[in-house]
């Protein structure tokens, strides 16, 4: 018990660490201006209190303190630093210059023109987040993927100085850097003819809001419009309930895809690390969006899962398909199911626009506790006696388990729910599960467990626990395929195993 104890404290004790690294308590600097003072324009003012301006390659940037750039959710507006403080630096990498990468820079048009880029393949550009790096161990793993996938060209955007606390200091200067990566695709664009449909941009945590920035410079300086933007779990603090203005949004590319990997709140806070809400047109949430299986709840480790999601669907080496859904328990319980209509999008590097679907769509899925993250979904549907044996006996509490053996590959074994659940006469029960591809299905094993205790009284019974289950169906996602196996005993005892065959299927 102590160790327990103490588990839960250093897990407290972390996230606490966490928070505070945020600066989101203690960091308030000065008080802005009075909102009600203010009235938000989309021109900039030039009045000292309410614009600040660097010069940003020759050119004069001036970046809004006004509204909508704080409120109730951002309570402090700072001023970006300077370029020359932030340093932000690009560097290009292709097959060919994997290990000797190439420096682009925007101010030095000879960088740009004479940039060694592989010519008509596409442009990934790749930004890190929040007290990190572009050395950073995840951005090269990302690169590797990228470059071993497909013959093209990855940017590295490394703002390390400018991403470094006050967490609110690093909030302005997003701004900043989103600038100066929208004129660096211009710059490629107008003086290299690079496509502005070559471009791809991937940001982690505050990196996916400072390429929703940089495609707002774009589309509102230059007449560029993006492509395409992911997100990787953006970052909610002083983002969630803010002006689209100011966060990654669907206006920001043709195509904005999100994954959201820790919605969790913080210390019982109404704020997480990732962005709780839809902010894109596809936004997926794997395992519900906050609890990642592995993590055990650590705040870094859910933070960073999004990562692991995206590098891994660089691999394809199995689908992270995602389903239309509007909550992850609907999902689990096998009410959105299907691909049609447009229901189901792979995660990740493969994601693309779903016709006839909004922005702000939400979908679900379920992912494995370590590397292969990805699976293969299964609807499973217990379906329970309606005979007059069955309905005198009043149905009964269990925990279903589950073996499925195909042609290609046999399940683990498999738990429909967490807690019991009451198997009443005529009713059907689904769950969705996660597993390996198992091809044509050609047996299972069924076995349940009463959830009774002997300390409990009041999970006493006068009769012996049974159930009276009919059948067991089980579907693939995304297959026209369906295996009905019926039970030959009418009735079924706890702890011993049913085994169903071809013989058994109805």
């Given at each position: ?45 030039s009045d000292v209190d309410e614009v600040a301006c660097h010069m940003l390659y020759g050119l004069k940037t001036c970046f809004s303190l006004r509204p909508p750039w704080y ?145 707002t410079y774009l589309r509102d300086s230059y007449g560029l419009f993006l492509p395409r933007i992911t997100g990787l779990d953006a970052a909610e603090p002083f983002f969630n ?27 019982g806070f109404p704020l997480s690390v990732g962005m709780t809400h839809p902010i894109g047109d596809l936004d997926f949430f794997p395992n519900g969006g906050d609890d990642q ?214």
């Amino acid at each position: 018990m102590p160790a327990v104890g103490a588990a839960a404290a250093a897990a407290k004790g972390a996230v606490l660490f966490h928070l505070l690294n945020l600066n989101l308590l203690m960091d308030l600097g000065a008080p802005p201006p009075d909102p009600s003072q203010l009235a938000y324009t989309e021109s900039f003012v030039s009045d000292v209190d309410e614009v600040a301006c660097h010069m940003l390659y020759g050119l004069k940037t001036c970046f809004s303190l006004r509204p909508p750039w704080y409120n109730t959710s951002r309570p402090v507006v700072k001023i970006p630093m300077a370029p020359e403080e932030i340093g932000t630096s690009f560097t290009l990498f292709t097959r060919a210059n994997a290990t000797f990468p190439a420096t682009l820079n925007p101010g030095d048009l000879r960088t740009i023109v004479g940039a060694p880029f592989v010519p008509g393949k596409p442009f990934k550009v790749i930004s890190h987040g929040y007290q990190s790096h572009g050395s950073v161990s995840w951005m090269k793993t990302i690169t590797g993927e990228l470059l071993r996938s497909e013959d093209q060209n990855v940017i590295v955007v490394d703002w390390s100085v400018g991403a470094r606390p006050p967490y609110t200091q690093a909030v302005a200067n997003i701004r900043l850097v989103g600038a100066q990566l929208a004129y660096l695709i211009y710059s490629l664009n107008r003086f290299a003819d690079v496509p502005i449909t070559d471009f791809h941009l991937i940001g982690h945590s505050l990196g996916a809001h400072l390429c929703g920035h940089a495609g707002t410079y774009l589309r509102d300086s230059y007449g560029l419009f993006l492509p395409r933007i992911t997100g990787l779990d953006a970052a909610e603090p002083f983002f969630n309930d803010t002006h689209v203005i100011t966060r990654l949004d669907p206006s920001d590319a043709a195509f904005v895809d999100v994954i959201h990997t820790d919605d969790s709140p913080i210390l019982g806070f109404p704020l997480s690390v990732g962005m709780t809400h839809p902010i894109g047109d596809l936004d997926f949430f794997p395992n519900g969006g906050d609890d990642q299986p592995g993590c055990n709840r650590d705040v870094n480790c859910q933070h960073k899962r999004a990562i692991l999601l995206f590098t891994e669907s660089i691999r394809q080496s199995c689908p992270l398909v995602g389903v239309v859904c509007s909550s992850y328990q609907e999902f689990i319980d096998g009410e959105c199911w299907g691909c049609e209509n447009n229901n189901c999008e792979t995660m990740g590097l493969g994601a693309s626009p779903l016709a006839g679907q909004p922005t702000l769509t939400k979908l679900f899925l379920q992912t494995n506790n370590r590397s292969p993250f990805c699976g293969y979904h299964y609807r499973v549907s217990i379906e329970v006696s309606n005979s007059t044996e069955a309905r005198e006996h009043d149905g009964e509490f269990a925990i279903l388990h589950l073996q499925l053996t195909g042609n290609k590959d046999r399940s683990q074994s498999l738990q429909l729910s967490e807690r019991s659940l009451y198997y009443e006469a005529g009713f059907i029960h689904r769950r969705v599960i996660l597993t390996y591809d198992l091809g044509d299905l050609k047996a299972m094993s069924v076995t349940f467990e009463y959830p009774g205790s002997i300390l409990n009284f009041m999970s006493w019974r006068m009769k012996k626990p049974t159930l009276y289950l009919k059948s067991v169906t089980v579907e693939p996602l995304g297959k026209d395929s369906k295996w009905r196996f019926c039970f030959s005993e009418a009735r079924q005892h706890p702890s011993r195993e049913y085994v169903l065959t071809k013989e058994n299927i109805c």
